[in-house]
């Protein structure tokens, strides 16, 4: 019992082999944020009603994870690696933007209707990131969470609802001819 349950919890984290893999390599910026972390901006005082949302949303959250490399020639292959060990079976695609040199993928995994790992992957041409965001998530408020503590990617889910997730950034804008009427 006791191995299937470390199994279990090994499976949990979505990128865990990929951030042990890389993580005593210099060349990688990482950041690693701990559920008492969370739980020390819920004491902040707010007085606006969107705020204190925020805070609420925050409380529920257990980790966040954050492995980058900048300046790099092998982004594109860290990208591929990264989206590779993510349990297809597990994670279902969210969301993904592409654009001329810059590709985001959006996965989250669900456990009991909730959201429970976020989980973000990018690769440019130079630039690479992989987020990991656990607990109990409220996607309405990861936008806003990832601005207020300046965390780059997670602005692309603030429009979520006004795009066709899987459309690239040209087609959620392509003009329609109605639009040139």
Not at 112 to 134: P, Q, R
């Amino acid at each position: 019992m006791v191995v299937l349950a470390v199994a279990a919890q090994a499976q949990g984290d979505a990128i865990s082999k990929f951030f042990n893999k890389y993580n005593d390599d210099e060349s990688f910026s990482q950041v690693n944020i701990s559920s008492k972390m969370f739980s020390l901006f819920t004491n902040m005082e707010v007085e606006k009603p969107e705020d204190k949302e925020v805070l609420k949303a925050i409380s529920k959250l257990k980790g966040l994870r954050i492995l980058g490399k900048e300046n790099t020639s092998d982004a594109r292959a860290l990208y591929k690696e990264a989206f590779a060990l993510i349990p297809k079976t597990e994670f279902e695609e969210l969301m993904s933007v592409r654009d001329k040199d810059r590709d985001m993928k959006f996965l989250i995994k669900e456990k009991d209707g909730k959201i429970a790992e976020l989980v973000m992957v990018m690769g440019s041409i130079d630039d690479f990131m992989v987020l990991s965001l656990f607990g109990e998530i409220d996607l309405k408020q990861v936008s806003q969470i990832g601005s207020k503590m300046d965390i780059s990617g997670l602005d692309q889910l603030k429009n979520m609802d006004k795009k066709d997730p899987k459309a690239t950034p040209k087609e959620q804008k392509k003009p329609t001819s109605k639009d040139n009427e």
